[in-house]
C-alpha cells in the first residue's frame, strides 16, 4: 500500500494563522451533486485525517445547504483544528436586501451561515464578489466589527481586483479597522492573467493570503471533456463557466498538456494542482471532491516535485 502523501502548512500572508496547501470546498458538490450525508462524511472525513485543516463553504452554495452538510460533519471535529470559512453577496431570496455588501445584509448574513453550520465564529468570512453599490466604508466597518465582536477571526475577499484591495486597505489603515487578510480568486492553468498580473501583486504588497478556487479549471484540465461534455458534468450544468474555460485554444492546449504528463509520469489532474500551489503567493488551494478516489488523487499532487524548470515548461504551455 502506497503511503499517504504528507499534508504542509502555510501562512495566510502575514498573520499567524496557517491552513493546509491543499485544502476542501462545497461549490456545488456538497448539498449539491453531493447529498447523501454518509458520502460527504465520508469525504470530509477522509479530507481531515489527510491533514486538512480549511474548509471552505458560502451561503449561496446550494442556497445554504453546502453550510448544513458541511456543517454536520465539520462539528464532529476538534473547533481549534480546523479553519472554517464562509461568504457573503450573492442573494439568497427574492428580498430587495437579502443580497450585496451592505450592513444590513452581512450581520444577517453572518449570523444565518454560523447557525446552519453550527458553529460560534468563522476563522474566514469572505466579501464574495465586491458591491458597487454599496460604499466601501460600510462594508469594512461591518466585517472590522464582526471581528470586534468575535464572531469573525479574519475577513476577507473573492474575485476583487487589485484596485479594490489596494483601496480597502487604504481605507483601513486610515480608519484604523481591521484589513483583509485573504483573497480567493480564481487561479489555473487556463485562468491566469487576471491573478498573475493584478490581483497576487496587491495581495503581496498588503501581507494578505491567497485561497485560490478551482485549480482545475472547473474539470477540464483533467481531461474529462477531452470528448464532449457528459450531460451530468459540471460544465453541462452551468453554461457561463462552460463558456469561460472551454474554449477550443483551452481544449487542444490541455491534449498536449496531457502529453507533458504522461512524459513527467503524473496525472493532468496532479500537475495542474501542484503547478497553482507552486505559486509564491498561494497559501492553499481548494479542490472539490465528489468522491473519496477523487480526493486521493487531488491530494497526490503534494508528491509532485514541481521544480522551476517544471513549472515554467508547463507554463510556456499555457501562455
Known amino acids: 500500500m502506497s503511503k499517504a502523501p504528507t499534508m504542509r502548512y502555510r501562512p495566510l500572508g502575514n498573520c499567524g494563522t496557517k491552513v ?4 476542501l470546498g462545497g461549490w456545488t458538490t456538497f448539498g449539491g451533486s453531493v447529498t447523501a450525508d454518509s458520502s460527504v462524511r465520508e469525504i470530509l472525513v477522509a479530507a481531515f485525517e489527510a491533514g486538512i485543516n480549511f474548509f471552505d463553504i458560502a451561503d449561496v452554495y446550494a442556497r445554504g445547504e453546502s453550510e448544513r452538510a458541511m456543517g454536520k460533519v465539520l462539528r464532529e471535529f476538534p473547533r481549534n483544528r480546523i479553519i472554517i470559512s464562509s461568504k457573503v453577496f450573492h442573494p439568497m431570496s427574492d428580498d430587495v436586501n437579502d443580497k450585496g455588501l451592505s450592513r444590513k445584509h452581512i450581520m444577517e448574513s453572518v449570523e444565518a451561515s454560523l447557525k446552519r453550520i ?9 466579501c464574495h464578489r465586491f458591491d458597487a453599490e454599496t460604499p466601501l466604508e460600510e462594508t ?4 472590522d466589527d464582526l471581528v470586534h465582536q468575535g464572531k469573525v477571526l479574519y475577513w476577507g475577499t473573492s474575485e476583487w481586483t487589485g484596485a479594490q484591495l489596494r483601496e480597502a486597505n487604504r481605507l483601513c489603515d486610515a480608519k484604523g479597522y481591521y484589513a483583509p487578510q485573504v483573497e480567493q480568486p480564481q487561479y489555473s492553468l487556463v485562468a491566469r492573467d487576471r491573478f498573475e498580473t493584478d490581483t497576487a501583486v496587491a495581495t ?8 485560490v478556487w478551482s485549480p482545475l479549471g472547473s474539470g477540464i484540465l483533467t481531461g474529462k471533456y477531452d470528448a464532449g461534455f457528459p450531460q451530468d458534468s459540471r460544465l453541462a450544468r452551468v453554461g457561463w463557466l462552460r463558456e469561460a474555460v472551454a474554449t477550443e485554444k483551452n481544449l487542444e492546449r490541455v491534449r498536449k498538456f496531457a502529453t507533458l504528463a504522461t512524459k513527467f509520469g503524473l496525472s493532468r489532474s496532479q500537475l495542474a494542482i501542484a503547478w497553482a500551489a507552486a505559486h509564491p503567493a498561494v497559501s492553499s ?9 477523487q480526493l486521493a488523487e487531488n491530494l497526490s499532487a503534494l508528491d509532485v516535485d514541481m521544480n522551476e524548470e517544471r513549472r515554467a515548461e508547463i507554463s510556456k504551455l499555457f501562455e
Not at 453550527?118 to 469572505?126: S, V
Not at 469594512?140 to 466585517?143: G, H, I, L, N, T
Open 204 to 211: 503581496q504588497a498588503h501581507g494578505m493570503g491567497v485561497v
Open 20 to 23: 493546509s496547501v491543499l485544502s
Open 140 to 143: 469594512v466597518r461591518a466585517m
Open 285 to 293: 488551494v481548494i479542490l472539490g471532491a465528489t468522491s473519496l478516489r
Open 118 to 126: 453550527g458553529t460560534d465564529y468563522l476563522d474566514l468570512y469572505f
